[in-house]
């Protein structure tokens, strides 16, 4: 719990400053081409910074610096609790560092500070640790050979690894994938959006301070089309870990095949179903994750609940207890503690939710929401809206909005609702609420989803993997299954005299 005011975070923003270099080789420099682009605040309009544009130039500059420090071991050949202590110490300075990044966070890309304070940072920490602590607790193998043969088999760092990530959590995202990378003994590349570009340029510096060598981690701010596929063509990158769109996903799987086939883990869109069955336990409960399934972080969260699949004896009910929830949630600056949803990342985005909405008010029933909204006579907000009676082909069914607009369709059957439910390009996440027992493992293992909570909505750990089917990807986040992505098998034969 904080107790944080409004006052406090807007006299934390009038002296906050930003890092807007690239951080190449342990210093922060100016993109080669000495091009910038403006960082904006969606809430206000505001430019942040002026932000270096890297392209190609950089990008070759910063894996070259990530290859020379992977082959003279720097990094990649200290022993893994030495890697491990300088990783818990970065995790400090991270909560030590708490209200910086979340305000740099909140004003980069909209999202409420108080969020980014209790949940993004306090997370970016925690993984941090949690991959610092487990990288000195792994095994290798000895394969079961004759007498006279000595077969190890290891994991080993890849080499540089290249980071191409979202801008809805971007502090998180960027750990998420670094965390691993690094702990794995990799040199980093990291690409941050082009929409929240600073929080990650600080945390390199962060993870410097923390005695993560010069060459190690890098940071490359930039466009997509630049940056961003610079790297996925680069001939010595060894690893391409993608968070973003199923479009941009399938790209990254081209620029492999073009270049020099290094790995691509893509872990891209979503559209998640929500199951509500009558037999539901508590239906206020449900109503309640259901209204945080969608409206949290502004419905910009790739596993988003936007897919709601109610049993239709109970739907009217549910509907009218959302409709109070989603009045409840209204935006509002994302600095005070008071507001409940925050700014759309940019005038780009909000434009794309609001042609949802408009089309959507003619193909169902609009039964909250559905406006833009000024706060303070700026800004890029949306209300939280609803849409009921959704045909199952509509587009509000169908396509990735990611912004905090619920689509409402009835169900009869539990067939019906898993057969529905599956109808979708992505599989990312997927929610059940019953209160019998076998129709909850029934239902789950029959949806198309990395994740399926039951009786709660995108249910998320350390702990364990977070990643899709279908196009929704199949690269795996967190847990340990996460390191896979980012080291490769080596086998060591050895012959003996036995
Ligand atoms: P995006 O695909 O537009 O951008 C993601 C990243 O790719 C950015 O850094 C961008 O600069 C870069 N990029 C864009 N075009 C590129 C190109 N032509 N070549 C190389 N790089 C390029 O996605 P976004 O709008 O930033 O984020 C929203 C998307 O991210 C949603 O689809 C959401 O579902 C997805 N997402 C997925 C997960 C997950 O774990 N599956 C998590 C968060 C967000």
Not at 306 to 316: M, T
Not at 482 to 489: E, M, P, S
Request: hydrophobic share 45%.
């Amino acid at each position: 719990m904080r107790n944080d005011t409004y006052e406090d975070w807007k006299a934390r923003a009038a002296r906050i400053s930003f890092r807007r270099q690239a951080f190449i080789d342990g210093r922060f420099v100016d993109a080669v081409s000495g091009e910038t682009f403006d960082s904006i605040n969606p809430a206000t309009g505001q430019v942040l910074a002026q932000v270096a544009a890297c392209d190609a130039a950089d990008v070759d500059r910063a894996v070259a610096a990530g290859r020379r420090a992977f082959e003279d071991g720097r990094w990649s050949r200290r022993a893994p609790g030495e890697r491990k202590a300088v990783l818990l110490r970065l995790a400090e300075l991270i909560r030590a560092h708490l209200e910086e990044l979340a305000l740099t966070d909140s004003l980069d890309m909209g999202k409420l500070v108080h969020d980014a304070a209790t949940i993004d940072v306090p997370g970016s920490a925690h993984f941090f640790q949690w991959y610092a602590e487990a990288i000195d607790k792994l095994y290798g193998e000895v394969a079961p050979t004759a007498a006279g043969d000595l077969a190890l088999v290891r994991r080993v760092p890849l080499g540089v690894v290249g980071a191409v990530v979202p801008w809805n959590f971007p502090l998180d995202m960027a750990t998420w994938k670094s965390a691993a990378a690094l702990a794995a003994g990799n040199s980093v590349v990291l690409k941050p959006a082009e929409q929240s570009p600073l929080s990650a340029l600080r945390l390199a510096e962060l993870a410097a301070e923390a005695g993560v060598p010069d060459g190690v981690f890098n940071v490359v701010p930039g466009f997509g089309a630049t940056a961003g596929k610079a790297l996925g063509l680069h001939m010595d990158v060894d690893c391409l870990a993608f968070t973003g769109s199923t479009q941009v996903g399938k790209l990254f799987m081209q620029y492999s095949g073009q270049s020099n086939l290094k790995q691509v883990w893509p872990e891209t869109g979503g559209k998640s179903p929500n199951l509500i069955f009558a037999d539901c336990a508590d239906l206020d409960a449900a109503a309640d994750m259901a209204a945080f399934g969608i409206f949290f972080n502004q419905g910009e969260v790739c596993s988003a609940n936007s897919r709601l699949y109610v049993e239709r004896s109970i739907k009217d009910a549910l509907v009218e207890k959302l409709i109070a929830r989603a009045n409840a949630t209204q935006p509002g600056d994302p600095l005070d503690p008071a507001s409940k949803m925050g700014a759309i990342v940019d005038e780009k985005q909000t434009q794309g939710i609001m042609r949802f909405i408009a089309a959507g008010k003619a193909s169902a029933n609009l039964v909250t929401g559905g406006a833009r909204v000024h706060i303070d006579g700026k800004g890029c907000f949306v209300a939280p809206t609803i849409f009921d009676e959704v045909r199952p082909d509509d587009p509000l069914a169908r396509d990735e909005i990611f912004g905090p607009v619920l689509s409402v369709v009835a169900f009869d059957t539990e067939e019906e609702a898993i057969r529905m439910a599956n109808d979708s390009i992505y599989g990312l996440a997927a929610s059940v609420w019953t209160d019998n027992l076998s129709r909850a493992l029934r239902v789950s293992e029959r949806l198309h989803a990395g994740t399926v909570s039951v009786n709660t909505v995108d249910a998320l750990s350390a702990q364990t993997p977070f990643g899709g089917m279908k196009q929704s990807g199949f690269g795996r986040d967190l847990s340990l299954h996460a390191l896979d992505k980012y080291t490769a098998l080596k086998t060591t034969w050895i012959k003996y005299k036995s």
